[in-house]
């Protein structure tokens, strides 16, 4: 199992498709949750009155309803620090930041042996101009959501990615990822099928 933070952008700067892959994440600490979207309206008291039938005889009837009808979502929660200069892995190698491993490029588009300061703008750089949707969404790898785990990677949008500055060589990374549909895979796979 992984314990590598593995964030993958899709970003169009002008000359086409740039890959972003960030995961010079440190000491990271995650929360992964499942939000409950239970539907609960008493605009249905039509369907209440139905269900409050087949309580029992005696029992309370102060109880919810609760219809899970798919709602809610699942996040993962992520905070890190991101620190200047190449970042490295288990086996000696260098966690990439941008579109390239080589810590000694630097430009609009990677920055993976550059400054904490020079990181979070880039990543800040493929968050503004790619976004995520659930048209182009980002990846998220870590644990067995990666292509050798046992789960499939997720496909996420950002809430409010942020960098807080720690030092002049450190920032603190905070971010939750949602999963979400793929909706260019759903409509190449429709089209597929129409054909």
């Known amino acids: 199992m992984s314990e590598i933070f593995r964030i993958t952008i899709e970003a169009d700067f002008g000359g086409g498709g740039t890959t972003g892959v960030f995961e010079a994440f440190v000491n990271p600490d995650d929360t992964d949750e499942v939000r409950t979207g239970y539907l609960l309206e008493d605009s249905f008291n039509q369907t209440l009155s139905i269900l409050r039938g087949l309580l029992e005889e005696g029992e309370a009837d102060r109880k919810g309803v609760h219809l899970d009808l798919g709602g809610g979502q699942h996040a993962v929660s992520l905070t890190a620090e991101v620190n200047s200069g190449p970042t490295p892995d288990s086996d000696g190698g260098v966690l990439q930041w941008g579109s390239s491993a080589d810590p000694e490029q630097f430009d ?74 793929d909706l260019s895979r759903a409509l190449d796979g429709s089209k597929q099928t129409e054909g």
């Open 108 to 181: 609009a588009t990677t920055a993976t042996g550059a400054t904490a300061l020079q990181k979070t703008q880039i990543f800040q750089h493929y968050a503004r101009v790619g976004g995520s949707d659930s048209l182009t969404p980002a990846t998220l790898e870590y644990g067995e959501y990666t292509t050798d785990g046992v789960l499939e990677p997720l496909d996420v949008v950002f809430e409010t990615p942020k960098f807080e500055r720690q030092s002049s060589d450190k920032y603190r990374f905070s971010g939750t990822f949602v999963e979400t549909v």
